[in-house]
């Protein structure tokens, strides 16, 4: 831990900031071969209750991703969460809490 803390202060100061998470999964990469990934849980904590309730209403609601129709936050793991994420076009805070709470809205009414 007083790696990572000592990476991103320099990393920090240097104006090269990235996200806490990539500077610990890279941690992780280099001092463990057990850890693909460095968190490797599921958004569901692996439910099995909550991961058929999603498959089961998969087809009913739309993804909160518009480049990745279908997909669903809840059946994928934590690091394909950030991936997807991370890659999605942002746009202003406004549009994206417009957004949020038309889905929600959406998700309410099925």
């Given at each position: 831990m007083k790696h990572t803390l000592m990476l991103f202060n320099n990393l920090y100061k240097t104006k090269k900031l990235f996200s806490v998470a990539t500077i610990i999964q890279r941690k992780n990469f280099s001092?463990?071969?057990w850890y693909a990934a460095p968190f490797g849980n599921h958004v569901s904590a692996n439910d099995p209750k909550i991961l058929v309730q999603?498959?089961?209403i998969l087809t009913k609601i739309k993804?909160?991703?518009k480049s990745a129709p279908g997909w669903n936050e809840f059946?994928?793991?934590d690091s394909e969460a950030i991936v997807k994420a991370e890659r999605e076009d942002h746009s202003s805070i406004e549009?994206?809490?417009r957004q949020t709470v038309e889905f929600f809205h959406e998700e309410k009414k099925n």
């Open positions: 001092i463990s071969r999603e498959r089961e993804s909160r991703i059946l994928a793991s549009e994206l809490q």
